[in-house]
């Protein structure tokens, strides 16, 4: 099957400072990503939606100037928490859409970053 | 709108029991609707979906799940629990298989 792969798997940070997240398709092209964040044995909440080349959309709620998402290739898209702060402490995990033939497009997840703002 | 909702937030069954996780959902289009197991740490492994066909759907380790569109509800069995099954489980609904919007999740202990 299709592999996602999340760099890096943990991260600590301190707070203030920025944190870049990256998701990659590694043996398909995706033409849709998505970002979850999962807080501590609570599902996964979708945050934002983004497509290669164009600005990502976000949900309601999610702000998009703190979570800046960047879609620049079709195996490559970045997540950058800025200015972290110990709320923003969670587990990210990415999807990658692959587009079928069929009418039915998969996606498959990453193996998830946690990320600790001391 | 879509929402799905998992009952029971922790299961425990011994090992070689029965392992019946429930979810039911909501739906304005006819859904898309899968299974996902996860482990410590890591992230989400598909266990199975439905999209059209059969009802009834036969996924990894043993697992199957039965769509009843009459019930809007999708539950997944197992016949039997093994110990490697200890995990957290989400049901996930995707109207047209774009987004997803997953349960809150049903942890399963499963005790020797």
């Known amino acids: 099957g299709a592999v996602v792969s999340q760099h890096p798997s943990w991260v600590i940070c301190k707070s203030g400072t920025s944190v870049k997240i990256e998701c990659r398709s590694l043996?398909?092209?995706?033409?849709?990503m998505f970002w979850y964040r999962q807080f501590p044995k609570q599902s996964l909440m979708l945050m934002a939606t983004?497509?290669?080349?164009?600005?990502?959309?976000?949900e309601q709620g999610v702000e998009k100037d703190k979570f800046l998402i960047n879609h620049a290739s079709l195996t490559l898209s970045t997540l950058t928490v800025t200015s972290a702060h110990p709320e923003d402490s969670s587990f990210y995990i990415c999807?990658?859409?692959?587009?079928?033939?069929?009418?039915?497009?998969?996606?498959?997840f990453g193996p998830g970053t946690r990320l600790t703002v001391l | 709108a879509q929402s799905v909702t998992q009952l029971g937030s922790h299961v425990s069954v011994s090992e070689g029991a029965l392992v019946l996780l429930r979810c039911n959902y909501s739906?304005?289009?006819?859904?898309?609707l899968f299974w996902y197991v996860q482990y410590p740490n890591q992230g989400l492994q598909l266990l199975l979906k439905?999209?059209?066909?059969?009802?009834l759907v036969k996924g990894i380790n043993g697992f199957e799940a039965e769509f009843k569109k009459s019930e809007t509800s999708f539950h997944l069995t197992k016949p039997s629990a093994h110990m490697s099954d200890a995990a957290e489980y989400f049901c996930?609904?995707?109207?047209?298989?774009?987004?997803?919007?997953f349960g809150s999740g049903t942890k399963l202990n499963v005790k020797p």
């Open positions: 983004s497509n290669e080349g164009s600005k990502a959309t976000y």
């Open positions: 996930a609904v995707s109207p047209r298989g774009v987004k997803f919007y």
């Open positions: 043996d398909f092209q995706a033409t849709t």
């Open positions: 739906s304005s289009v006819p859904p898309y």
């Open positions: 999807s990658a859409r692959v587009k079928l033939l069929s009418s039915y497009n998969e996606q498959f």
């Open positions: 439905y999209t059209t066909g059969a009802t």
